[in-house]
């Protein structure tokens, strides 16, 4: 069919000529995909702002032989305006999509699409800080692509936990018998915090102490960055305070 429609949620932008914009968009049936917003630039565009990133959309497509055209986007989601009116928010946001870019493909990923909407809507109604928020993001995305970490038993042997050492390259914590020397150890309310992200419960997650937060952070940030060959660009500026006041967003640079 070279007309088809599908939910879709903006990822990134770039400018084509004067007034279009070719937009990555990761759909809930076809995976991500890449296409042309026709005068999208243009004052009078009849959908412009629902091409925006953050955006969720019902868009209709016309396949082309490289890249598709938009011909039709309805907005479903509005997350944009409230996440980039807030920097933390913005920032978390930012590392949200760009992994979300890079952990899928043209297949469907209909787990990592569910995702990236539940986390972007969370973060535009401010359920909970914008850093767990994005650590949570992270975790289960990894998990969803095949690197699940372990923060009870021993990610190496098997061995039951609970365990302190934590390696990012071995993927959690390991037992005492497989930790390389110097291996860092992590306590238990870190640990604990981490396992609730994992898992999404957040009445454990938000009860956890700023400390705790800064270091399950860290935690996260270096598990991501190991994974990802190329690391995300946008991680360095996510605001990691846990007590951080709204703020206005920096004009995005990267979407065009």
Known sequence: MPVYRDEAVVLRTHKLGEADRIVTLLTRQHGKVRAVARGVRRTGSK???????????????????SLDTITQAVMLGSYGAEITADYASYTAASAMVETADKLTEEEPSLQQYLLLVGALRSLSRGEHGPAMTLDSYLLRALSMAGWAPSFYDCAVTGETGPHSAFVVQLGGVVSDAVAPPGTPRLDGSTLELLAALLTGDWAAADASEGRTR????????????????????????VERSQTTKPQTAPQQTAPQ
């Open 47 to 65: 959908f412009g702002a629902r091409l925006e990133p953050f955006m969720v959309a019902d868009v209709q497509f016309y396949e082309g032989r």
């Open 214 to 237: 800064s270091q399950a952070s860290g935690i996260v940030a270096a598990y991501t960055q190991w994974h990802l060959e190329r690391g995300l660009r946008s991680l360095e500026h």
